[in-house]
């Protein structure tokens, strides 16, 4: 089996998840470049909590253009290591930061709106009820490995 997942943005890209939840403006002070290399805090058992809530927010405060982009390029991903996290961005290769459920839950589409099979190519497709203008569809093909 085998999927893969295609991702598009009609709206405003400026816009960040915050802005979009919230209504009001991005707190400046959560940049990309404050992205902490922890991914959960002192006293905390990694994939047991809740990850590292400075690095939430900063995700929270990138424009929908970022993740758009990061979507697309593969370096946010699923990666289901717990009942906190489902999503995951690579920094680098070496470098994996957890994104909480809260965060995803907001932006990424997960509700089926549409699903379809293709006899003859062996592929489900599930369309994605959009969020924020974000569209999800998987092409989940059975035969491939």
């Not at 802005?19 to 959560?30: E, I, S």
């Not at 994996?96 to 589409?109: A, M, N, R, W, Y």
């Not at 099979?117 to 489900?124: I, M, P, Q, R, V």
């Amino acid at each position: 089996m085998k999927v893969e997942t295609k991702f598009s943005y009609s709206g405003n890209a400026r816009a960040t998840l915050y802005q979009l939840v919230n209504g009001t403006t991005a707190n400046p002070t959560h940049k990309h470049g404050t992205l902490s290399n922890i991914n959960y805090p002192a006293g905390s058992v990694e994939n047991q909590s809740e990850p590292c809530e400075k690095n939430q927010a900063v995700f929270m405060d990138m424009p929908m253009s970022w993740w758009v982009e990061k979507l697309l390029s593969k370096q946010i991903y699923y990666d289901a290591v717990s009942n906190y996290v489902n999503w995951s961005y690579d920094v680098t290769p070496e470098h994996t930061i957890h994104i909480s459920k809260k965060v995803t839950d907001l932006l990424i589409p997960s509700v089926v709106e549409k699903r379809t099979y293709s006899k003859e190519t062996d592929t489900h497709t599930h369309v994605y009820k959009p969020k924020f203008g974000l569209s999800r569809t998987d092409f989940i093909n059975m035969s491939a490995y």
